[in-house]
């Protein structure tokens, strides 16, 4: 018996299979923002309606007080603590990891990096990257108890992370007091303004000037990215965020990995207040910024843990910011621009979540039709036998 072989070659319907799921890939990718913006114009467009407000002039006032230049720069100023903030959180989420103690996390790191800067002045640069690195390791320092509690003692790391605080709030007063590490100044107290050395760089804009601490964010946006994309790091975390039994399995540790993540998320959220505090205030006082933290959860989520889409997220937190206060001073509401923020959110988590499980079951299908053409392809080039 002799067998005639013959070459089996790629099917071409394979191809156009394989082609219509990268088109079908690309297209969800547009479809989930622009159904989540879509649904969130309507819905606020409802609310307005309700409140007996006309939507389409409360857009209009809104974007032309946006575009003005001093807009424009208070809101990138305001955008990069946000930023910073989602970051931070981010982290933890590319983990499954709830870090909601951002916002103490920050607070304390900017109030000892404010204590130490106030009482010492190190020459040129020194200083500024002394309190920094003092920042970062506070952070890192408290999001670490959280860590190293869920991983000895399984308690849950929201829970932590919301108690710790408030253990931060109550350290920060106790020691913002006149006579302890600050000074009273009318009505408000705060710690020693920081010397001329530690005043971060600015942007010469007009009519005011951009924070230089952008750049950070910006090198702090690509080290993210990097750092979870492009490294073993990276990799090990996102796989115990995707299954903790099978990361275990292969070799990674969770508990350390829980433990370093948490860690990172907490230098992150070291730097929230540095803007603040280096290109701002110079000082930490009792009207230091708070609630930075949850708002950073908010834009997290926004952004989808991706730099580019938070940074996205930032700027229209900033911009919903800005232009909130002019709305009020026409006329509207106070509470409108807080319902459209959380109107935002819900619409993006929705509709992300509706496109991923279409696109899923449109997944499973293509691979259907792929197997059932690569069956068909395997019967037709099986050999001949001839005696």
Known sequence: MSTAPQKTRKSPTVDAIARSATRDKVILAIAAPLLAVVAAIVISSLVFLASGENPLRAYWIMVDYGHYSDSQVWIINKAVPYYLSALAVAIGFRMNLFNIGVDGQYRLAAFAAAAV???????????????????????????????????????????????LNAIAASLIGYFLQDGRLAIKDGNLLHTPFLPESSHFFTFPTHPKPVYGFVVIAVLAGVLYWFGINRTRFGFDLRAVGASEPAAEASGVSVKRMIVMSMVLSGAAAGLVGMPTLLNQSFNYGTDFPVGIGFTGIAIALLGRNHPVGMAFGALLWAFLDRTGGRLEFVGYAQEIVGVIQGVIVLCVVIAYEIVRRYGLHLQQRKVGEELAVLARTTDNNKPEVSA
Request: positive net charge; without cysteine; charged residues 5%.
């Open 117 to 163: 800067g106030g009482a010492i002045a190190l020459p040129g640069a020194l200083q500024i990257i002394l309190l920094i690195a003092i920042a970062m390791l506070v952070g890192a320092l408290w999001s670490g108890i959280a860590g190293l509690l869920k991983t000895t003692r399984g308690v849950s790391e929201v829970i932590t992370t919301i108690m």
